[in-house]
């Protein structure tokens, strides 16, 4: 091969060579808008320069059979490494993309978390302020002796602190759900007494709504739990479908066992949730018309979340759907075998 030949080679080389990093810059530049068609073309922008720079150095040149046909298996062996620079090419391109998608799917829920915080905050600081404002009225009232039945208004001090020590107790517990600290206090748990316990509790609050509360155990179902947490969780529910089932109408508490699953549910005669509320019920701070949270001046939303907090710490999971005449909560928890 002459000195020319050579000169012209080493010339579509580095042609080819340039031809392939333009074209690798091109599809880096179109995986911004379209990350679909930049990894289509990727194998191609590689091996087109470097079949191209091939051929036309074949053309420019005066070559012998043998010359042609061994520049025919460069290009040969040449062909499967542009379309293997080009496949990872392709493969990171792709996975730049799933990193984006990941840290902008991180980014929104770290601001829905921020937000729905923020809300949780306003509620729960109206909800303190409320009762406290009444409180004050109250204890003023019956300081200057104006007040006609001073029993009536103990009684009602009573149930105001009641209601923000419940309030309260609950942003703790969902705030100790949320911590990365968290450590549950396992210990072996019959669910039958866990109902007969949560039914004793929330009986006062059936007979103020006259709403009939029944509870049932089918046979020894028994679970390792942190107890106070799952009795909170439960009371929660009891307490939610007893505000908003009407009066005259029914709450049903029950344990069952599935398999090696325990299953503690609840349900009402609420009417039912209607289906686009269904996903949010559980978010702390959120409250619908129809939401499964205590309405304003009765909480501040994060019963529920409370509920689903404890579930996913210890493993299980919380859901509600729609029954005849209202909504059925189950709370399912892995059960002892």
Same mark, same amino acid.
């Given at each position: ?70 520049? !025919? ?5 040449? @062909?499967? +490494? /542009?379309? %293997?620079?080009?496949?990872? &090419? =392709? ?90 600290? !968290? ?5 072996? @748990?019959? +669910? /039958?007494? %866990?109902?007969?316990?949560? &039914? =004793? ?102 019963? %529920? ?33």
């Amino acid at each position: 091969m002459s000195m020319q030949n050579s000169d012209v080679l080493l010339l579509a080389v580095m042609a080819a060579g340039a031809a392939a990093v333009v074209g690798v810059l091109g599809v880096i530049l179109l995986a911004r808008r379209s990350t679909s068609t930049a990894v289509a073309v990727a194998p191609g922008a590689v091996v087109l320069p470097v079949v191209a720079g091939v051929l036309v150095s074949l053309a420019q040149m005066a070559l012998s059979p043998e010359q042609s046909r061994l520049m !025919l298996a460069v290009l040969g062996a040449s @062909v499967p +490494l /542009a379309i %293997l620079l080009g496949v990872l &090419l =392709a493969r990171r391109i792709r996975a730049l993309d799933r990193r984006a998608a990941e840290e902008q799917a991180n980014r929104s829920r770290d601001q829905e978390v921020e937000a729905s915080r923020r809300e949780m905050v306003a509620w729960v600081s109206h909800d303190l302020r409320t009762p406290l404002a009444g409180l004050r009225a109250m204890a003023e009232a019956l300081q200057d002796g104006v007040v006609a039945d001073p029993s009536d208004y103990h009684a009602r001090i009573i149930a105001h602190v009641d209601r923000m020590s419940t309030m309260v107790d609950d942003l703790l517990a969902l705030s100790r759900l949320h911590s990365g600290d !968290l450590v549950l206090r396992r210990e072996d @748990v019959s +669910l /039958a007494d %866990l109902v007969s316990d949560t &039914l =004793a509790a929330a009986t006062p609050l059936a007979e103020a709504q006259n709403v009939r509360l029944r509870g049932s155990a089918e046979g020894p179902v028994t679970a390792e739990v942190d107890a106070s947490l799952v009795s909170r969780a439960m009371n929660n529910l009891v307490v939610n479908a007893l505000r908003h089932t009407p009066r005259d109408g029914g709450v049903t508490v029950s344990a069952t066992p599935e398999g090696e699953v325990a299953v503690l549910s609840v349900e009402d005669e609420c009417g039912g949730i209607p289906t686009e509320h269904l996903e949010r019920v559980f978010e702390a701070g959120w409250r619908g018309v129809d939401a499964r949270t205590p309405t304003a001046g009765d909480g501040a939303g994060i019963g %529920l979340a409370v509920v689903e907090a404890t579930a996913q710490a210890h493993g299980g999971t919380v859901e509600v759907r729609n029954v005849e005449g209202g909504c059925r909560f189950e709370l399912r928890l892995p059960a002892l075998t």
